[in-house]
């Protein structure tokens, strides 16, 4: 019996002294090394010193040409849903309503660009990769599209691969990934086909009682501007993009349905007098809807109804007739090496990052249109961050509409003083921090200065 535990004893001493060998080769320290002073920074501030030279701003000599479509995307099988972890991919049991993808096309002489979302909880990368391959064919080179999502949580997944892709998204299925891709550029190309002459308009209102911090409280810093781009097309119709910073999670983790969510349903009021609408999150971090006493599709409703109402009578902050300059840039967006956190100073190493979630490339996209300057970030972009970017472009006579999940996806960008602060947004998704805030914000600044 002794020598039977001398035998344990000494297998579990090998096995902590394997284990307390392998901790170097999983985990590492926090790297803190100001983002300013990073190579990674130098080189992202280099390209946009380049920028004119290497997107040169095109000649409006034309009138602005504008096209639309929409493509249903509402799959005919069973898939996982996707948007909340607690599901952990379980089906959809039905179809609440259908899903779209939808494009607005615009063409200035020889420049085109799109802007399109999807009714989807991101824009997966897997996804981004195959449009990236093929949107050619449409007439359109992904330097010119600027896209994004509506961010509704209770849309299809099975889009994600690797751990963490799936915790979110459900079984990864190559067919509905292919068939996403395939619909956002048929999208586009239909868009292309029926442009027609324009005047653009892009407009701001506010909506105070439709969006709170979510993370912070009722008191809190929110971001309340409600964006629009109006397009009165020659043959008297109107058509229009929105954009509002509150998430698209009126219904919770345990409504199984399809549904576009509180965006669908004011796209739908609003296509009962025009023909077409679309919707894109906006800088969502941080920002939770309204939801007062009542069920899931009563405080879906409150919303839609609400920002509805907003457009019909609410007084305007800003509406601006927009010339015809049409400027699309994309741009690879430098960052730290992902620091996946599981305690304040300590994440996982960059190799075991990839095989959790994969190593996928990172892009800023911007839109000039007049003095209009859309850019579309890779995240969860952080509504607090909003206010100064907005003042700072009104500084420069621009106007300023900033979308997320772009096609990339890094996580939530928030205010770096929270950066250490327990909580979903800033521990569990916030992946190449620290600093990051402010470095978003920078990025956005020059493309500010420079467009």
């Not at 990073?38 to 095109?58: E, K, V």
């Not at 504008?66 to 099988?77: D, E, L, Q």
């Not at 897997?126 to 509506?150: C, F, M």
Request: glycine share 8%.
């Amino acid at each position: 019996m002794p020598r039977f535990f001398k035998i344990c004893f000494r297998i579990i001493i090998t096995v902590l002294v394997l284990l307390l060998l392998a901790v170097p080769f999983v985990v590492r320290r926090v790297d803190r090394t100001p983002y300013t002073q990073t190579n990674w920074y130098r080189q992202m501030m280099q390209r946009l010193d380049s920028l004119s030279a290497t997107h040169p701003p095109p000649i409006a000599d034309t009138v602005m040409l504008v096209g639309y479509a929409k493509v249903n995307i509402t799959p005919n099988h069973a898939v996982p849903t996707a948007g909340y972890g607690k599901r952990e991919g379980r089906p959809v049991l039905q179809v609440h309503d259908s899903l779209y993808v939808r494009t607005l096309w615009l063409q200035q002489g020889n420049t085109k660009a799109a802007i399109v979302s999807a009714d989807l909880l991101i824009i997966p990368p897997e996804v981004t990769q195959l449009v990236k391959a093929g949107v050619a064919s449409a007439g359109i080179a992904w330097n010119n599209v600027l896209i994004g999502a509506t961010h509704t949580h209770n849309s299809m997944g099975g889009w994600g691969k690797r751990y963490i892709g799936e915790l979110f998204a459900g079984t990864y299925n190559q067919e509905l990934v292919n068939n996403l891709a395939a619909q956002i550029i048929q999208s586009i190309a239909l868009a292309a086909k029926h442009a027609t002459g324009a005047q653009l308009v892009y407009e701001e209102r506010q909506a105070p009682e439709l969006v709170r911090n979510r993370v912070l409280g009722d008191s809190a810093q929110e971001y309340d501007v409600l964006h629009s781009l109006q397009a009165l097309l020659h043959s008297g119709e109107t058509v229009s993009l929105h954009s509002f910073a509150a998430h698209a999670t009126t219904l919770s983790d345990s409504v199984l349905q399809l549904s576009r969510d509180y965006p669908g349903a004011l796209l739908a009021q609003l296509e009962q007098q025009q023909p077409f609408a679309m919707y894109m999150a906006g800088a969502v971090g941080s920002m939770g809807p309204v939801e007062p006493a009542g069920s899931d599709w009563q405080q879906l409703s409150y919303m839609a109804n609400g920002l509805a109402d907003t457009l019909r009578r609410g007084a305007y902050k800003k509406s601006v007739p927009l010339g015809d300059v049409l400027w699309p840039v994309t741009l690879p967006l430098h960052l730290r090496e992902p620091q996946w956190r599981f305690t304040q100073n300590w994440c996982f190493r960059h190799w075991l990052w990839s095989r959790l979630y994969g190593d996928y490339p990172a892009e800023v996209k911007a839109l000039k249109i007049g003095d209009l300057l859309l850019v579309g970030m890779p995240c969860d972009f952080g509504g607090e961050l909003m206010a100064p970017l907005q003042a700072y472009a009104q500084q420069k006579g621009k106007h300023l509409m900033v979308t997320s999940f772009n096609g990339g996806y890094c996580g939530y960008i928030t205010p770096d003083y929270r950066y250490d602060a327990e909580g979903y947004e800033t521990r569990v998704m916030n992946w190449f921090g620290p600093g990051n805030g402010a470095y978003f914000s920078e990025v956005i600044r020059r493309l500010i200065d420079i467009m």
